[in-house]
T-cell receptor, first 117, second 113 residues
Framework: AQSVAQPEDQVNVAEGNPLTVKCTYSVSGNPYLFWYVQYPNRGLQFLLKYITGDNLVKGSYGFEAEFNKSQTSFHLKKPSALVSDSALYFCAVSPRLLRSNDYKLSFGAGTTVTVRA | KAGVTQTPRYLIKTRGQQVTLSCSPISGHRSVSWYQQTPGQGLQFLFEYFSETQRNKGNFPGRFSGRQFSNSRSEMNVSTLELGDSALYLC????????????FGPGTRLTVT
């Protein structure tokens, strides 16, 4: 079984400060990892993914995430947060596809990020 | 390229009724997945369709069903609605098995009274 934990329900930062949203995962074998963001009354927007290769992944809107296999973590980071980054962030994991019907994203509970001006 | 579209955006039904939600994936995408989002349970996977075949299913009762058409459009049906079915239903598409990120639609907000 696969699962994702986002240990913080809320993260509050001042604009211009670094932002980190934490995520740890559990999955059989090597994972596919994703970050999504959701704005009020909207669907989820894809931010970035880790499939293989470089452990530091760069994504949309200045976000990046670091895959750490030994700590089973995939924390989302942004060096300088903006007020417009205030939203709900989800980490998701899927097992590496051995069969075509293995694909199933499991999401964390989400972290609400508030960036104050 | 147009994104994933879902209709209707909002829906109010009463207990015992049934409902059908529609999803049009991004052009060229062959996989459509459905998710239920509630404050208590978060985002939960319902099922995935690929080339008109259901390939994977989450832990939901048989009242939840779906189908996919030859043009990759998908519908989800919930029969005998219960109050607990009130949720945001999200549809997501991806190109195929060579591509792992999903793109989500805006969702259908279903309220059961």
């Amino acid at each position: 079984a696969q699962s994702v934990a986002q240990p913080e329900d809320q993260v509050n930062v001042a604009e211009g400060n670094p932002l980190t949203v934490k995520c740890t995962y559990s999955v059989s074998g090597n994972p596919y990892l994703f970050w999504y963001v959701q704005y009020p009354n909207r669907g989820l927007q894809f931010l970035l993914k880790y499939i293989t290769g470089d452990n530091l992944v760069k994504g949309s809107y200045g976000f990046e995430a670091e895959f750490n296999k030994s700590q089973t973590s995939f924390h989302l980071k942004k060096p300088s947060a903006l007020v417009s980054d205030s939203a709900l962030y989800f980490c998701a994991v899927s097992p590496r596809l051995l069969r075509s019907n293995d694909y199933k994203l499991s999401f964390g509970a989400g972290t609400t990020v508030t960036v104050r001006a | 390229k147009a994104g994933v579209t879902q209709t209707p955006r909002y829906l109010i039904k009463t207990r015992g009724q049934q409902v059908t939600l529609s999803c049009s994936p991004i052009s060229g995408h062959r996989s459509v997945s459905w998710y239920q989002q509630t404050p208590g349970q978060g985002l939960q996977f319902l099922f995935e369709y690929f080339s008109e075949t259901q390939r994977n299913k989450g832990n939901f009762p048989g009242r939840f069903s779906g189908r996919q058409f030859s043009n990759s459009r998908s519908e989800m049906n919930v029969s005998t609605l219960e109050l607990g079915d009130s949720a945001l239903y999200l549809c997501a598409s991806r190109r195929g098995d060579d591509n792992y990120e999903q793109y989500f639609g805006p969702g259908t907000r279903l309220t059961v009274t």
